[in-house]
């Protein structure tokens, strides 16, 4: 019994060991004092940031690592300066609008070629619906999404959750990852040489706190 109860504690001590590397206040800091009731990892991003157009690839990756139950969320947010806030409202919409016609990746990748690439300025509606028609998207569809109340309830969620961390002082940038709405990634402090494997490694063991 001894022995196998010596085998089990070999066996965890990797995990352990990884565990324990992470500290509150440097690899990640603790914005809330509660978290989500469902497991989630949210990105908060903006169309209109450089860094988050080359971040997507990383966590698409990310994203596939994540267990079953666990959602992962796109948080557009409104604060960015190259835009009205108007628009980037409008392409909070975008986000939920592409998801719900299950093309989120082709439509968000389309977004952020539109303005980053291309140079190209949103400043409808119209033009957004535009985007989404030449790569793919069914037009009416967009057309009752974007109006829909669904949607409209989620990117209003979106710009609640944004305005929360803002005056909690927690988000102040983007792109930003918040795990279960209580713990908030610092990239900077990460193993630059060891990036993605550190970063899916405390994905995981932030999920598990409490």
């Known amino acids: 019994m001894k022995r196998i109860f010596s085998f089990m504690i070999l066996l965890c001590l990797p995990l352990m060991a990884c565990s324990a590397d992470f500290k509150e206040g440097k690899q990640y800091t603790e914005v809330n004092d509660t978290k989500s009731t469902k497991a ?17 690839p990383f966590m698409a990756g990310v994203k596939k690592a994540l267990p079953a139950d666990v959602k992962f969320e796109l948080n557009h947010v409104d604060f960015l300066r190259t ?12 986000v939920v609008v592409a998801e719900q016609l299950g093309m989120a990746d082709k439509l968000n990748g389309a977004l952020f070629n539109y303005i980053q690439v291309r140079r190209a300025v949103i400043t409808s509606e119209k033009d957004i619906r535009n985007i989404f028609v030449l790569n793919g998207a069914d037009g009416d569809k967009f057309d009752k999404l974007f109006k829909s ?8 969620m979106m710009k609640k959750k944004q305005d929360y961390f803002s005056k909690k002082g927690a988000l102040t940038g983007v792109p930003t990852v918040i795990v279960n709405g209580k713990y908030r990634i610092n990239n900077a402090e990460l193993d630059k040489n060891n990036f993605a494997e550190e970063y899916n490694k405390l994905v995981k063991h932030l999920l598990t706190l409490s």
């Open 149 to 156: 109340f669904g949607v409209n309830s989620k990117a209003k």
């Open 40 to 56: 989630e990892v949210r990105e908060y991003f903006s169309f209109y940031c450089p860094h988050c157009m080359k971040f997507e």
């Open 83 to 94: 835009a009205s806030p108007k628009i980037q409202g409008m392409l909070s919409k975008a």
